[in-house]
């Protein structure tokens, strides 16, 4: 296990090796990225992403559920606040899903799912829970409504045996 002391040891390498203060909150890749929290899948390392470039949610399997869209819904009121206006149209936001991810489980309790996804029961076959291909363009399309015109929005898989990502919905523009 790994204990605060050497959280603590390892952040003052870190710390030692960076700078920091001209880091900005909006960020620099104008990405937002939404990911798994599989120890496997950490968007910043499988995508080479450095700090201050993404931002990421991470949830299980990388899903865009209600609670996804109410944490966006508050990035924007950040962006506002912080921009005054709705922020750049030159926005990415990419959708992570990968194989072998631990929702699969989950189809054994179908009650979790459905409370996760905030849909009744019955209608869990749209969310694609057992096959990551599928569930990225189910995600894409459910994200894409949600999102303000002009922006990019893509859908990939990680492969955890190979550490590729597969284009599975090719990045194109929300439209007005
Ligand atoms: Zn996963």
């Known amino acids: 296990m790994i204990h605060t ?3 603590v040891e390892r952040n003052a390498g870190f710390a030692d ?3 920091f203060a001209d880091l900005r909150l909006m960020p620099s890749g104008s990405l937002t990225v939404i990911g798994c929290v599989d120890p496997r899948v950490d968007p910043s390392h499988v995508l080479g992403l450095s700090l201050g470039e993404a931002a990421v949610i991470r949830n299980v399997g990388g899903r865009v559920t209600p609670a996804t869209l109410r944490t966006l819904a508050m990035l924007s009121k950040v962006v506002q606040a912080r921009t005054g206006g709705p922020g750049p149209t ?3 936001y990419a959708v992570l899903h990968h194989t072998d991810c631990g929702i699969t489980d989950l189809a054994a309790f179908p009650e979790l799912l459905a409370d996760y ?3 009744p029961a019955e209608d869990l076959d749209a969310k694609a829970v057992s ?3 599928a569930a990225v363009r189910v995600d894409v399309e459910t994200l894409r409504p949600r999102l303000r015109a002009g922006v990019l929005v893509s859908g990939l898989v990680y492969d955890v ?3 590729r990502v597969e ?3 090719p990045p194109a523009r929300v439209e007005a």
């Open 90 to 92: 030159d926005h990415h």
């Open 131 to 133: 096959d990551p291909f």
């Open 17 to 19: 090796g960076g700078s």
């Open 117 to 119: 996804f905030d849909v």
């Open 5 to 7: 002391d050497e959280l």
């Open 161 to 163: 045996a190979t550490g």
């Open 167 to 169: 284009v599975v919905v």
